[in-house]
């Protein structure tokens, strides 16, 4: 049997940590860490994740901030509260939960984040500084699934790492932080002839695709550890034979574990991870702007 990757013990860990540094922090500059939470519109699973953000960010004795805005808003009252908490010295975070509506631009807005604020890591300069290993604001979901991969393997350094999927929040920072600790890392994507063939050679496989359960034992090789980031709503029969809403992610769970070393289970394995990191960038990004 597989070893469980349980998400939400070890991001209770790095929040853990994270509560005993807010305190810490607040000793020394009389202020707590402040993230800002924008969220724009009544997307029912945007309001589910800021809800999630903002409990564990006041369980972690962060000052969360929220700034509800109705879906119709426009785009230059949008720009002027980054702007406002750009300014804000007691935001050190500031997080415009996505996907924006449509009529809004979602690059002008990760654009105007001050990246010094930006705990997302999702602006041009964070993303330059982590692919050329300068310091930088990472983004949480690959951050979380590193923290995942060192507690269970140690060392990195050498293992073959596919990545299933190629997107910027996920695929390639994933990419950047899996070279940097020296494994060897192939992406593929919708392109890649191969995939499966290729998946079968690495003794790490993140997936990433946003495709319910794709990855079956056919894309793993025995005794791989298997990162699923993936989050998918699928209707399937409940016991009375009516459709029931469940979550998966992007690996078949059940297929893949008889063949895993380790295994992140959907729901409750790399989610939790992103919300600790959040908190974590937050944390950085509070003490690099006030020690500036
Ligand atoms: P995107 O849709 O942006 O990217 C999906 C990637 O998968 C693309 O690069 C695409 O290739 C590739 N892909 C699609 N089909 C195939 C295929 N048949 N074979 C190989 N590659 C394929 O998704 P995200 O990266 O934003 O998210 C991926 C999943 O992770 C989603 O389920 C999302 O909900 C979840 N997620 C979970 C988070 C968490 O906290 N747990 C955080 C962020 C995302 P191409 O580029 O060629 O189109």
């Not at 998400?7 to 860490?33: H, I, M």
């Amino acid at each position: 049997m597989a070893i469980r990757i349980d998400g939400k013990t070890v991001a209770a860990q790095v929040l853990d940590n994270v509560a005993t540094a807010a305190t810490l922090f607040e000793k020394d500059f009389g202020l707590k860490p402040g993230l800002a939470v924008v969220l724009v519109g009544e997307d029912p699973a945007s309001q589910v994740y800021v809800r999630n953000k903002i409990a564990r960010a006041t369980e972690s004795g962060l000052n969360s901030i929220e700034h509800r805005l109705a879906a119709d808003t426009d785009q230059q009252t949008l720009d002027q509260l980054v702007a406002d908490l750009n300014a804000d010295p007691s935001v050190h975070g500031i997080l415009v939960q996505l996907p924006l509506p449509d009529h809004l631009d979602e690059d002008r807005i990760i654009r105007a984040i001050d990246p010094a604020k930006d705990v997302d890591g999702f602006h041009p300069v964070n993303v330059g500084a982590l692919h050329i290993g300068e310091e930088s604001l990472e983004p949480c979901t690959p951050q979380g699934c590193m923290i995942m991969l060192e507690q269970i393997h140690g060392e990195l350094s050498g293992k073959h790492a596919v990545i299933v999927g190629r997107s910027n929040i996920v695929g390639k920072p994933m990419a950047a932080m899996l070279l940097r600790a020296n494994c060897t890392v192939t992406i593929v994507h919708s392109r890649t002839p191969n995939a499966a063939e290729l998946a079968r050679q690495a003794d790490i496989v993140v997936a990433a695709v946003g495709r319910a359960e794709m990855i079956d034992a056919s894309w793993i090789k025995p005794g791989a550890t298997v990162i699923d980031v993936g989050i998918n709503v699928v209707e399937r029969p409940s016991g009375n034979g009516e459709a029931q809403r469940k979550l998966v992610g992007d690996v078949n769970y059940a297929d893949v574990e008889p063949q895993a070393y380790a295994i992140t289970p959907v729901p409750g394995g790399v989610g939790p991870m992103t919300i600790a990191c959040l908190m974590k960038n937050t944390l950085i990004a509070a003490r690099r702007l006030q020690r500036k």
